[in-house]
């Protein structure tokens, strides 16, 4: 689909309908293998061109793209309350996120607008970096898949997180989340650990002035079931 992609000339303009196109393709006994590919599946991409744009925008040039996604088998991972499947690229810098329908139609609610608060920071942002949105349909059974950059450093190892919602009422992590090799603190544990994140003046106006733009964005967008991850 990437390659297909490349192709096609970039628009000068993204225009309305791009947002609510999608492209399809059906592969029949493309390197069978029974114990990793069915012998048959179809392949939607959603809004190809939004998301090629997208991808330009966070810096992410197509060839690379599709080294990470395709190169080889993704690695699962087992993330907080996410319903589906957590899915990591090979070299760790992208994330594929099991989604359902429904979320797929609230994509495509915000995408313009979330399209254009991308364009307005010009890529720099603390919200989800999107790149791209697929359904994959095997036996009938459709597959939706959302892919995102990943957050976590791909080169840092990352000792300690957390997920901020400047409140502490039922802001702790439970036991079950405490004991795991890599738990997700909460409100309370930054609170009762007196941790601190030291930035310089330039940093912290660069990073206030991000969340503010994204907060608004946030807001605009009637969104409320946000945090932080630090």
Do not use: W
Not at 56 to 61: A, L, Q, Y
Request: with cysteine.
């Amino acid at each position: 689909s990437i390659n297909d992609l490349s192709q096609v000339p970039v628009p000068v303009m993204l225009l309305p309908d791009d947002f609510k196109a999608s492209t399809k393709i059906k592969v029949i006994n493309h390197f069978f293998n029974k114990e990793n590919l069915p012998g048959q599946f179809k392949f939607k991409e959603y809004c190809p061109q939004v998301f090629r744009n997208l991808r330009e925008r966070f810096g992410i040039e197509d060839q690379d793209y599709q080294v990470s996604l395709a190169r080889s088998a993704l690695l699962k991972e087992n993330e907080g309350k996410f319903v589906g499947p957590l899915l990591t690229s090979y070299d760790h810098t992208l994330v594929v996120k099991e989604i359902s329908s429904e979320e797929v139609e609230e994509m495509h609610t915000i995408l313009s607008e979330y399209h254009q608060h991308i364009v307005t920071c010009h890529g720099s942002t603390l919200l989800p970096q999107f790149l791209a949105m697929y359904r994959v349909t095997v036996e009938s059974e459709d597959t939706y898949l959302l892919v995102m950059r990943n957050m976590f450093s791909h080169r840092l190892p990352v000792h300690r997180k957390y997920n901020l919602k400047g409140s502490l009422l039922s802001r702790e992590a439970s036991f079950k989340e405490k004991v795991k090799e890599l738990p997700t603190h909460k409100d309370a544990e930054l609170m009762n650990n007196m941790q601190k994140v030291y930035l310089s003046d330039d940093e912290k106006g660069k990073m206030m002035e991000k969340l503010s733009r994204d907060l608004e964005f946030l807001i605009q967008m009637r969104i409320m079931d946000y945090s932080l991850l630090l």
